[in-house]
């Protein structure tokens, strides 16, 4: 049986804007803008989501990927200029592996219990399932999606066209 909620906070239903909205309606020049106080720009954010989600899916697939020795390396190598074409592959990946993160949340409830071959020792308690992974996923796309939007309030480029809660 799916996890309608796991689906649900996919999309940010019932708990935030969707992610995937989040960054639409903000051009790559502006995505790419650093605001003082804060170590990255939405675009950086973005890559970062992308890195671990991506990560996380190539785990899952049993194709057991090199764990980064430090975050940083889950983030553009260098603060580059804005590049239209780069950004618009970020969002278009980032929506690919939603949908693609939707597909896992909708198996079955043992396939959703299947076993996981974690890189590191301490995340084989806390993630060690396909639900558990695909749940660590959900929080990690929330807790930067929420990053996301204080950036681009803070920009002044908030809400996306799709709309979003401005309070």
């Known amino acids: 049986m799916p996890s309608a909620a796991m689906i649900e906070l996919l999309h940010g239903i019932g708990a935030h804007v969707d992610p995937a909205s989040c960054v639409d309606g903000i ?5 790419g803008r ?5 170590p990255h720009s939405v675009r ?3 890559f970062h989501i992308n ?3 991506d990560y996380e899916l190539r785990r899952i697939r049993g194709l057991k990927p090199v764990y980064p020795e430090h975050s940083s390396e889950s983030f553009p190598a260098e603060n580059s ?3 239209a074409v780069e950004w618009e592959r970020l969002k278009a990946r980032f929506a690919e592996l939603l949908r693609e993160y939707e597909t896992l ?3 079955s ?3 959703m219990q299947r076993q996981i071959e974690s890189a590191r020792e301490e995340d084989l308690e806390r ?3 396909l639900e558990a992974v695909i749940w660590q996923m959900v929080a990690h796309t929330s807790y930067h999606a929420g990053q996301i939007v204080v950036l681009r309030q803070m920009l002044g480029a908030w809400p996306p066209p799709e709309g979003g809660d401005s309070w």
């Open 34 to 38: 650093y605001v003082e106080g804060f």
């Open 109 to 111: 409830a043992d396939e």
């Open 44 to 46: 950086d954010l973005l």
């Open 27 to 31: 051009s790559a020049e502006l995505a």
């Open 105 to 107: 949340a909708s198996s």
């Open 51 to 53: 890195y671990w989600l």
């Open 81 to 83: 200029p804005a590049n």
């Open 127 to 129: 993630s060690g399932t």
